[in-house]
């Protein structure tokens, strides 16, 4: 089916007169490099058979001029061996100098673009341009965007996107690939040797700390999230590689070990330091980290900064009124900011982040918007039905299931203490075996997971957590109406729960003890969403992926060029994230009642999950929400269809499959062309054995010896990064950015009759229901951050958008993608019906915003300035 690249044509019209441009962008995002304006031709000296001209673009700072020798080039052959090293021959030299304004940025801070024009001479036996090396002779890095070379109707484009160091410090050359893909047994010749060197030097040799300029991939254990140094109550245990605390494995950065620990890595100075070691060209790009950072400071100077002036003031620590609460997103909030804290955040960040936190605070303050959940109505959250509906349409709708069995049971054989007589009368005349059969009782199930470590979760003094079981019936018109939670602690005796059951109220006390068991619920739902959904689903399991993608796909191979853009800024999230969010005394531990256990936790569920249960179909059967219909797409039906993450979700995996099945069975003729294929081998060989060693011995495992395994792994991992990420994170803000509706941890009980805390609740309901909330600290810390994780940012791309124009150079890959492309315009035209259909009441809040999260939008490119709307992200990458 698949032909061989047509790069003999091209070698045939290199051997007469060409004539060729090379497109090169040259990006220093240091804005370090020096240069000319002036453009001039470089040639190198060889027999004159064939000429190859070309022009290479560099960026520079504003104001400076470019470098006055910036690289040397080779081109090498892909078909003319040297026997003297058994790799392409290699053309003489061209040297980069002087450039040409191309452009001017709008941006201060990127500069300019320079143009170089250069010129190589090749013998008349070298056939195609197979590889093409670079040296940076400049004392300042570059970015290498893309190479293009032309003659007669032939093209050969090189899609670098890399950064290249000085060769003083790198003491190697970089070696780039054309966009032609070639499985490992169709390389040509001339390039054997190059492409198994690439691999070599991506790999690195596994020891010493990664310096910034050393583009290396490695596997480490989550060794780097402990403080030990600081106090022995930051120390944490380290993550992965022991069956105490599995866990997906890291990028490796090879830090010395720390003093007071040897078995945890030191951590950098600094509570905002984006310096941690990502190979470069897996960072942010200049123009995005600004935007990061700048979102960041904005966020902490509005939310955070006032409320830590309260504290230090010692004013009440705790909301008095939803107003309050209101209040914390206008715009006028004093954002000045005292000395001594001035003092403490110049000891903590860097000096540019200073310099950014002292600009911000004399700007116009910026603008934060009121979550959608509140920004009608404040009391909207409260609605039992948008507390059901956020279950399957807000920000965490991967969790609830079906109910097989009554009473529930969990996982230590103790069984729930809900009775028939507590929701028969709520299941609109169904008993309950009726509405069991009918997939009608639904559970949301926080118990088994959290009953383990709730002992010491309430020893912190300010947290009331209980593991809980949330029982909901779907109506006629599909909406669920919840009908009973359970709240449990751990008794004295093993496996001894005391288990408490509340039933829905509408007036009086036991309205406000049901308002207060919601409250827990979603507590529990947040945590579970941050820790697990979030962060172990998606940006930690992935992580190994990614690795392995680089250090045993080579640039050449089909999979490696289509997963690529999926795997944009994931390295650089998950570790800024091990520095800020994750670590010990970082934000979630700071704002989740799972305090410094929270990545314990995470270690515990990891133990539960399965690659394969991460595809979309695989994990609607198991919840219960779909079952197998020969007749349908993908041989699944869901059993009710206003269910808004399952419902668009299904469209978009279908369109991601379909695109997947196209690529895969273009390069792979038949399941014994996959089966040859030594690198597909490696990568899923290293991904299961290292990147995910501690689960490496299940059995769920595809054996990756047929392309149906390899369709539906390549989809899932796109679904992974893209969809569901998107499911799970771009809604952050409009439901977890308002406390009521999401808090991220209780302070307090429920009351029993006779106490305290009771008679507080029949004084003033509303008080004691704020009084349980986190205090205003945390809570503005939460809000924070939750801002500006849901903030799109410039260089994002959108699923269905091309990575270049010219990313692989294959026509009919060309057309297959812009077939994939037409698929998800088209979902988007199924979800605009839908969410105009009445009938399908979750697709609309209590605030009447629509569900958009999983809304595809090919056509737009980069960021809004305001919380996203549309468009789904290519990849993991905030």
């Not at 960021?863 to 290519?874: C, K």
């Amino acid at each position: 089916m698949k032909k061989r690249r047509e790069h003999r044509g091209l070698q045939r019209g290199l051997c007469s007169r060409l004539v060729n441009r090379l497109n090169t962008s040259l990006i220093n995002c240091l804005n370090k490099c020096q240069g000319d304006v002036t453009p001039a031709k470089v040639k190198s000296f060889g027999i004159p058979n064939a000429t190859i001209y070309g022009e290479i673009i560099i960026q520079v700072g504003r104001g400076e001029s470019g470098p006055g020798k910036a690289a040397t080039v080779w081109l090498y052959s892909d078909s003319d061996i040297d026997p003297g090293t058994g790799k392409g021959k290699l053309t003489q030299k061209a040297v980069l100098q002087k450039g040409s304004i191309e452009e001017e940025m709008d941006n201060s801070s990127c500069g300019k673009v320079l143009r170089y024009e250069v010129e190589f001479i090749i013998e008349p036996d070298f056939g195609a341009p197979g590889a093409i090396s670079v040296k940076n002779e400049h004392k300042h890095e570059f970015f290498l965007r893309n190479i293009s070379l032309q003659g007669y109707n032939n093209i050969v484009h090189f899609e670098c996107n890399s950064w290249l160091y000085p060769f003083h410090l790198t003491k190697q050359e970089r070696v780039f690939f054309p966009n032609t893909c070639y499985l490992p047994s169709q390389t040509p010749p001339a390039l054997v040797e190059l492409r198994k060197d690439e691999l070599v030097r991506l790999r690195g040799n596994g020891t010493g700390e990664r310096r910034k300029w050393e583009q290396v991939y490695d596997y480490d254990y989550y060794n780097d999230l402990g403080i030990p140094e600081r106090s022995p109550e930051y120390g944490r245990p380290v993550l992965g590689g022991t069956q105490s605390f599995p866990y997906p494995r890291r990028l490796r950065t090879g830090r010395p070990s720390n003093n007071y620990d040897t078995r945890t890595e030191k951590r950098l100075h600094g509570w905002f330091n984006t310096d941690i070691y990502v190979p470069p060209d897996e960072r942010f790009s200049q123009q995005k980290l600004s935007e990061f950072t700048t979102n960041a400071v904005r966020a902490a100077v509005h939310f955070v900064m006032p409320e830590a002036r309260a504290v230090f003031n010692q004013e009440t620590s705790h909301f008095e009124s939803f107003d309050q609460i209101h209040r914390m997103f206008v715009r006028n909030r004093n954002q000045s900011v005292d000395e001594w804290m001035l003092k403490r955040l110049k000891h903590e960040l860097s000096d540019d982040l200073f310099k950014k936190l002292k600009q911000v605070i004399t700007e116009k303050p910026a603008k934060f918007q009121l979550p959608r959940i509140a920004a009608g109505n404040q009391f909207a959250c409260m609605d039992d039905n948008e507390f059901g509906r956020q279950m399957l349409a807000g920000t965490n709708p991967t969790v609830i299931s079906s109910l097989q069995n009554f009473p529930p049971e969990g996982s230590n054989g103790v069984k729930s203490s809900i009775k028939e007589s507590d929701i028969e009368h709520n299941l609109d005349g169904l008993t309950i075996t009726e509405a069991m059969n009918q997939w009608r009782l639904f559970k949301l199930d926080h118990h088994d997971y959290l009953m383990p470590f709730l002992t010491r979760i309430n020893r912190d003094e300010g947290v009331c957590a209980y593991a809980s079981r949330t029982l909901l019936f779907l109506r006629d018109d599909c909406t669920l109406k919840p009908v009973a939670i359970e709240l449990s602690l751990p008794g004295s005796l093993y496996h001894e729960e005391i288990s408490r059951v509340l039933r829905p109220a509408h007036e009086g006390t036991e309205a406000a003890l049901w308002q207060l068991a919601k409250a827990h619920v979603a507590a529990a739902d947040s945590v579970y969403h941050h820790l697990v959904s979030h962060w172990l689903h998606t940006h930690a399991v992935v992580e190994p992926f990614i690795i392995a993608t680089q250090r045993k796909l080579s640039a050449m191979h089909p999979i490696h060029r289509l997963l690529e853009p999926h795997f944009k800024d994931t390295l650089q999230v998950n570790a800024l994230a091990r520095s800020m969010l994750v670590n010990a005394g970082g934000i979630l531990e700071k704002i989740l009642f799972t305090g410094d256990i929270s990545m314990e936790l995470s270690s515990s569920l990891y133990r539960s999950w399965r690659f394969d249960e991460q595809s979309l179909p695989a994990d609607l059967i198991k919840r219960g929400f779909a079952r197998y219909n020969p007749n349908q797409p993908e041989n699944i039906e869901l059993l009710f269809q206003d269910y808004p993450y399952g419902a668009d979700g299904l469209d978009i995996w279908i369109a991601i499959k379909n695109w997947v099945i196209e690529y895969c069975s273009y390069f792979y003729e038949d399941d014994a062309s996959l089966r040859s294929d030594n690198e597909i081998a490696e990568w899923w060989s290293e991904i299961r054995y290292v990147g995910h060693g501690d689960k490496c011995n299940e059995t769920w495992w595809y054996e990756m010896k047929t392309v149906s395994e390899l369709i539906e792994t390549i989809t899932t991992l796109i679904w992974t990064v893209s969809a569901h990420h998107a499911a799970i994170s771009l809604g952050q803000y409009d439901y977890a950015g308002y406390p009521p509706n999401r808090p991220t941890a209780c302070r307090k009980p429920i009351p029993y009759e006779g106490t305290m805390e009771f008679a507080e609740l029949l004084i003033d309901p509303d008080k004691y229901f704020l009084s349980m909330l986190p205090e205003k600290f945390e809570t503005a810390l939460g809000i924070a951050v939750i801002d500006v994780l849901s903030r799109r940012l410039s260089g994002e791309m959108s699923l269905g958008q091309q990575p270049s124009l010219k990313w692989i150079a294959d026509g009919r890959i060309l057309r297959m993608f812009g077939s994939f492309k037409d698929d998800l315009e088209e979902v988007k035209q199924r979800i605009q019906v839908r969410n105009r259909d009445p009938k399908l009441k979750n697709r609309r809040g209590k605030d009447d915003s629509l569900y958009e999260l999983l809304y595809p939008e090919t056509s737009v490119v980069g960021s809004s300035d305001g919380v996203p709307r549309s468009g789904i992200p290519n990849s993991i990458s905030i």
